[in-house]
């Protein structure tokens, strides 16, 4: 599983589960959060350009993805105990000044931190994710200004289920088959699909699929959909609004770089968060999809380093040098 991933894996307890993450370069760190169906691979395009500008890349996989332990119930996965090992993870790492990047399900889980743990985010970037719940329905979202369209009914029938869902995700792997639909040629699809818009190597694809290669191994594939608050009495429903809330008066550098082409979140969508906080930028990366690292890896960084140059490095205190 090294195929373009020549970075050191690195080990830490935490929650009585043990989490694999990657920590390469030195300078301001960066927090990079995959989502699901994916982990730190997804980033590899974009850490040796970070490094090499000066930053220092933070890369975990989150329990039950990549090279992280693996509960096989799913009772054991929730998206407070997923915020609650990274936070025990970065405390564990001492990071400090952090720049929380997020993905899919990366976006909540960096911001629930970045919103508790203010005094230690210097700036935010968002890539392809949301910031409050779903709507029950086209009607909810105008009358309640929702920034997210509605879940597809096909979705939620297919993988917000009990146990017909679990047997789809577990025992034939739908999920990621769904998402990473027609992987090897690119798929064009802006409706089905469209995890990846542009060809896959396949040697690349191997090191996706082999971390939920058996059934036993998809429990937080199967958790993260039944995760999703699509209606006000969801769980998570008011965990993730205050997000929303918060994002809207904290006056922090805030950059959303968003793809053209992924089927869960439209460009617009990207367009008002980045509008919706006091000081918000946005970039839109063409012939993308969800997993616009893969797609767009170099683009994304290039990009975001431009962001980080400006509104990060000036701000980077630096070591006091003798005069003689």
């Known amino acids: 599983m090294r195929f373009q991933y020549p970075f ?14 990657l920590d390469e370069g030195q300078g301001p760190p960066i927090w990079l959060m995959h989502g699901n169906t994916t982990w730190s691979y997804l ?14 890349c933070f890369v975990p996989d989150l329990m039950g993805f990549g ?9 054991a996965y929730s998206l407070q105990r997923h915020v609650l090992q990274m936070t025990q993870l970065v405390e564990h790492l001492g990071l400090h000044g952090l720049t929380v990047v997020g993905q899919d399900w990366g976006g909540p889980i960096t911001l629930r931190y970045a919103i508790e743990h203010k005094d230690n985010v210097r700036a935010v970037v968002l890539l392809n994710t949301f910031v409050e719940r779903f709507p029950a329905s086209e009607r909810e979202r105008r009358e309640r200004d929702i920034i997210t369209c509605p879940l597809p009914p096909g979705f939620t029938f297919l993988f917000k289920g009990g146990a017909y869902s679990s047997f789809l995700v ?9 998402v990473w639909m027609k992987w090897r040629t690119g798929n064009p699809s802006k409706l089905l699909g469209a995890g990846f818009r542009r060809p ?18 998809r429990a937080g594939l199967v958790a993260f959909p039944k995760m999703i608050p699509n209606r006000a009495d969801h769980p998570n429903a008011a965990y993730i609004d205050e997000v929303r809330r918060e994002l809207k008066t904290w006056n922090i550098p805030v950059m959303v770089i968003w793809s053209d082409g992924d089927m869960a979140w439209k460009p617009d969508e990207g367009a008002r968060i980045a509008q919706m906080v006091p000081d918000g930028e946005f970039y839109l990366v063409r012939n993308a999809g969800h997993f616009l690292q893969e797609d767009a890896g170099e683009e994304v960084a290039s990009r975001f380093i431009r962001f980080l140059d400006k509104r ?10 003798a005069v003689s």
């Open 312 to 321: 990060i490095k000036p701000h980077v205190e630096q070591p006091a040098v």
């Open 67 to 75: 090279l992280s332990d693996k509960p096989e119930d799913e009772s």
């Open 43 to 56: 980033y590899r395009k974009m850490i040796p350009p970070l490094v090499r500008a000066g930053y220092r």
């Open 200 to 217: 896959v190597d396949p040697r690349a694809m191997e090191n996706y699929l082999v971390p939920h290669d058996t059934p036993a191994k």
């Open 8 to 21: 050191t894996s690195r080990y830490a307890v935490v929650d009585g589960v043990r989490l694999h993450y």
């Open 170 to 178: 577990r025992r034939l792997d739908f999920f990621r088959k769904f």
